[in-house]
């Protein structure tokens, strides 16, 4: 008698599915747009690319997309400090960390200088702002990432009722619209003191006040709570 297969085991397999998709679409883009040369990580002109495809394949399906943008808090005094090559080990230490903190479906990006975007499929605000708060956390344990601190905004559109609001809107111009939400909830980030996490919701960055512990973020992503592992 064949395997049987639960309605769970289905849904699993198919985003399984979904995401060894998206990493192979990663690849093949990389040869096209390029690399950054210094970090490996996409470039700009690869992000905004691809935040474009992924808009219009979350607005089509309903699906939840995550935003966050990143920056290296006072970094170019780290450079005059420490000089350019340590500077530049810090970039790649870095690239090399987020690969890590993320899954293989999501886009890590250097934006430019220091600062970096990751573009989460599948991730609605709930989920993208613990995945910005562990990487901000777990920082300060990663090899030569010990002297530094993030500062990152975060966005999301969670579900089909909320793309619903951006149905009059080109991929390019809600694109546009979400770079300046993660921009600004980042700007708020670096105001309110750096070394911070904030996010964009109801018009208005709020700012992660009730950070979580360690403990904490490890439990929630132990336990697939948000219907991912990592």
């Not at 040869?31 to 470039?43: A, K, S, W």
């Not at 999501?106 to 709930?126: A, H, K, Q, S, W």
């Not at 500062?151 to 951006?166: I, M, N, P, Q």
Request: glycine share 10%; charged share 25%; proline share 3%.
């Amino acid at each position: 008698e064949g395997t049987r297969y639960t309605n769970q085991d289905i849904k699993t397999l198919g985003i399984l599915a979904n995401q060894a998709a998206m990493a192979l679409q990663n690849a093949e883009y990389s040869g096209i747009i390029g690399l950054d040369p210094l970090t490996g990580l996409f470039n700009c002109g690869y992000c905004l690319l691809r935040l474009g495809e992924e808009i219009k394949e979350s607005l089509r399906y309903g699906n939840p997309l995550g935003l966050i943008f990143g920056d290296i808090d006072y970094f170019k005094v780290y450079n005059d400090t420490y000089g350019h090559p340590a500077a530049n080990k810090v970039l790649k230490a870095l690239a090399r960390y987020l690969k890590e903190q993320c899954r293989g479906a999501d886009i890590i990006c250097r934006y430019g200088g220091e600062e970096f975007v990751i573009i989460l499929p599948m991730t609605n605000l709930e989920q993208t702002k613990v995945i910005a708060e562990r990487i901000r956390i777990f920082l300060k344990d990663y090899p030569l990432l010990n002297k530094i601190t993030l500062s990152l905004g975060v966005t999301a559109v969670s579900s089909r009722e909320e793309w619903e609001a951006f149905k009059a809107y080109t991929a390019e111009g809600i694109r546009d619209l979400l770079i300046d939400q993660a921009d600004k909830a980042l700007y708020r980030a670096k105001h309110e003191g750096r070394n911070k996490v904030c996010w964009h919701e109801e018009g208005i960055p709020a700012i992660l006040e009730e950070k979580p512990s360690e403990g904490d973020i490890l439990a929630i992503m132990s336990a697939g709570a948000y219907g991912f592992s990592m």
